[in-house]
Structures are given as structure tokens and as C-alpha cells.
């Protein structure tokens, strides 16, 4: 029993170490100033085609990010000369973390019905 709940307690503390965080996502966001063209709130992109991140899904812009690590002549990959090298440096916890920043802002998305 006393194994049980130790190792359920080693379980929780790995779980929570690689857990997205806010305030580190936060710093890699300053530090690439990735608001230079996403814009101020990330809500007031620079030109229309760069999308608004403000409220976005995490999950989706980890994976959107990953992609453009991966190039789009990768499987699942995305080709865009600008991002890609944005990406390319970042690591995956990097890309959890931005991701759980970005959707942490109050977001303009909206879901058409
Ligand atoms: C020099 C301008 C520029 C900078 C700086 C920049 N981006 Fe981008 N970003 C773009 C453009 C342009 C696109 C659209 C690319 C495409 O069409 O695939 C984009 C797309 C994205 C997407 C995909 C969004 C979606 O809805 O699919 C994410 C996520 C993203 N950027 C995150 C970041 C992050 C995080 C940083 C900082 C590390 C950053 N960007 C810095 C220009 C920029």
C-alpha cells in the first residue's frame, strides 16, 4: 500500500513538472516578440493575413507551432518562410508553454453558427 501511494505521488509530481506554464510562455513570447506582428494583445495582428492568437485553443497552437517546426515537406508539416524560423528554435515544453500563455488573453475568436 505504502509503495502504491508513493509511487502515485512521484506520479503527480512528474505529472505537474512538465505541465504548461503561463508565466514562462509569457517570457518566450517577450523575449521572440512574437507581438511584433501578431500584434498588440495578440488581438491587432499587423496585416490580416497573420492570424489572432489571443484565446486560442493551446493545444492547437503548440501543434500549429510543431508544424512549422517540422516544414511543409513533412508530414503534418506547414510551409511559411516566417514562422519556421520562429519555430525552429523552440523546444516542445517551449511550445505547451506559448500555447497556454496565448490562451490565457481575453480572445476576439469567435465560432460562427
Ligand atoms: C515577422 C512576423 C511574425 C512573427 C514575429 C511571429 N509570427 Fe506567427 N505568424 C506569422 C504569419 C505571417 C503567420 C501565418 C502563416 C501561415 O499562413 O501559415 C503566423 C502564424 C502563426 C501561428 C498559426 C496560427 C493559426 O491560427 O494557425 C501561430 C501559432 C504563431 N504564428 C505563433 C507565433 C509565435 C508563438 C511567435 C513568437 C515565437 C510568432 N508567431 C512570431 C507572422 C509572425
Redesign the pocket.
Known sequence: MQKLIIALVLGAVSLSASAADVKRGEEL?KK???A???GADYNKPIDP???K?AG?HADY?AH??MAYKRGGDKANG?S?P??AG?AKPLTNQDMQD?GAYLHSLPSQLVVSK
Open positions: 513570447a521572440y516578440n512574437c511584433s506582428c501578431h493575413s497573420y492570424p492568437l486560442q497552437i500549429a507551432l506547414r511559411n516566417i514562422m520562429f506559448i
